[in-house]
T-cell receptor, first 113, second 110 residues
Framework: DQQVKQNSPSLSVQEGRISILNCDYT??????FLWYKKYPAEGPTFLIS?????DKNEDGRFTVFLNKSAKHLSLHIVPSQPGDSAVYFC????????????FGTGTRLTIIP | DAGITQSPRHKVTETGTPVTLRCHQT?????MYWYRQDPGHGLRLIHY???????DKGEVSDGYSVSRSKTEDFLLTLESATSSQTSVYFC?????????FGPGTRLTVL
């Protein structure tokens, strides 16, 4: 039972355009959500997070949107840069970051120069 | 840099042999985690620790045990490795409500 789903295994975006990565979840007890970026042969790197009391969080080129009623979150990257090419994982937790994280299967983002 | 190191970084072993992976943190963070990453599954929690000698099971704990005798070290042991445990293993720590990951250990069980 996949409680966190990333339905797009891959995504290609032109450099300079907006990248939108999507994530859906089924467990209504999740109240904290995170996005990680992963390069090959490295550990996941934390990008941005959002708690369920907010619907948007922004950090530079990265913005995460949360729609609790739809159990959906998205990560927007604008403008997209070649260094953004990586695998992106969304993750969810029931008690901020100290609780175990449930991860999606990842989306491979490729930025086309 | 969250100050997490993992050793070894790569290991090839044979079915039935015991294997221990080490995670070391340079600061005294209370929470530590072991995940495995496999194609089509993302990262899945194996075990986690909320203090010295305090550990609990995660989603995929069968075949694994852990120990934490010091705050800075969290060990993951495969008592008798199987081919299904071929994977990339990541350790993580929790800092201010966010988990930060180590560089990973690639384990191959032949």
């Amino acid at each position: 039972d996949q409680q966190v789903k990333q339905n797009s295994p891959s995504l290609s975006v032109q450099e300079g355009r907006i990248s939108i990565l999507n994530c859906d979840y089924t467990n209504s007890m999740f109240d904290y959500f995170l996005w990680y970026k992963k390069y090959p042969a490295e550990g996941p790197t934390f990008l941005i997070s959002i708690s369920s009391i907010k619907d948007k969080n922004e950090d530079g080129r990265f913005t995460v949107f949360l729609n609790k009623s739809a159990k959906h979150l998205s990560l927007h990257i604008v403008p997209s840069q070649p260094g953004d090419s990586a695998v992106y994982f969304c993750a969810a937790s029931g008690n901020f970051g100290n609780e175990k994280l449930t991860f999606g299967t990842g989306t491979r983002l490729t930025i086309i120069p | 840099d969250a100050g997490i190191t993992q050793s070894p970084r790569h290991k090839v072993t044979e079915t039935g042999t015991p294997v221990t992976l080490r995670c070391h943190q340079t600061e005294n963070h209370r929470y530590m985690y072991w995940y495995r990453q496999d194609p089509g599954h993302g990262l899945r929690l194996i075990h986690y620790s909320y203090g010295v000698k305090d550990t609990d099971k995660g989603e995929v704990s069968d075949g694994y045990s852990v120990s934490r005798s010091k705050t800075e070290d969290f060990l993951l042991t495969l008592e008798s490795a199987t081919s299904s445990q071929t994977s990339v293993y990541f350790c993580a720590i929790s800092v201010a409500d966010t988990q930060y990951f180590g560089p990973g250990t690639r384990l191959t069980v032949l």
